[in-house]
T-cell receptor
Framework: GAVVSQHPSRVICKSGTSVKIECRSL??????MFWYRQFPKQSLMLMAT?????????EQGVEKDKFLINHASLTLSTLTVTSAHPEDSSFYIC????????????FGPGTRLTVT | GNSVTQMEGPVTLSEEAFLTINCTYT??????LFWYVQYPGEGLQLLLK?????DKGSNKGFEATYRKETTSFHLEKGSVQVSDSAVYFC??????????????FGAGTRLAVHP
């Protein structure tokens, strides 16, 4: 149980284009989903927290107009990287907290974004 | 502020050796503490957790005890296997009001176990 999927697993895009990454909780409802970036051999950096049906809360230094987050249902959140640049290349990971849960988060396998 | 400090890796051990990965934290209040594991090519998986002082989390032979007096949550395993090779992340979740708790991660410690 508690499986989170991400799609796509890898994506390569040209500079200036936009890319959408999906995060789904497959066997539970998630009132809260989180988006992280992970740089090579480094830890996860929280980008934003999204609650179903409301606007995402972004961490300091994360551009909300560049990283658009939508949490339209209890099982789906999307992250859109707009006007991508090479410095946006990274590993993006989502996690989901079950409805009624407290501290636990279940993580997706991640999406490798490469901007050329 | 809230932060987590882990010992730097990589940690290289022979099979059946004893493992300790140190983790200390700084937090306001009484956070929950976690160890997550990331196997090659996979997402993070919750390994164990502890929610209050003196609690011991355990799973798959791994253990960690929430030590408030030393603000530590060191991960231990008595006999590691090759299949334990992965990156281990210590994390805390501050007990915030308002209903949601984010995770704050340490830098991760890579463990390599050789036969």
């Amino acid at each position: 149980g508690a499986v989170v999927s991400q799609h796509p697993s890898r994506v390569i895009c040209k500079s200036g284009t936009s890319v959408k990454i999906e995060c789904r909780s497959l066997d539970f409802q998630a009132t809260t989903m989180f988006w992280y970036r992970q740089f090579p051999k480094q830890s996860l950096m929280l980008m934003a927290t999204s609650n179903e049906g409301s606007k995402a809360t972004y961490e300091q230094g994360v551009e909300k107009d560049k990283f658009l987050i939508n949490h339209a249902s209890l099982t789906l959140s999307t992250l859109t990287v707009t006007s991508a640049h090479p410095e946006d290349s990274s590993f993006y990971i989502c996690s989901a907290r079950p409805a009624g849960g407290q501290d636990e988060q279940y993580f997706g396998p991640g999406t490798r974004l490469t901007v050329t | 502020g809230n932060s987590v400090t882990q010992m730097e890796g990589p940690v290289t051990l022979s099979e059946e050796a004893f493992l300790t990965i140190n983790c200390t934290y700084t937090a306001t209040g009484y956070p929950s503490l976690f160890w997550y594991v990331q196997y090659p090519g996979e997402g993070l998986q919750l390994l164990l957790k502890a929610t209050k002082a003196d609690d011991k989390g355990s799973n798959k032979g791994f253990e960690a005890t929430y030590r408030k007096e030393t603000t530590s949550f060191h991960l231990e395993k008595g006999s590691v296997q090759v299949s334990d090779s992965a990156v281990y992340f210590c994390a805390l979740s501050p007990r915030l009001s308002g209903g949601y708790n984010k995770l704050i991660f340490g830098a991760g410690t890579r463990l390599a176990v050789h036969p």
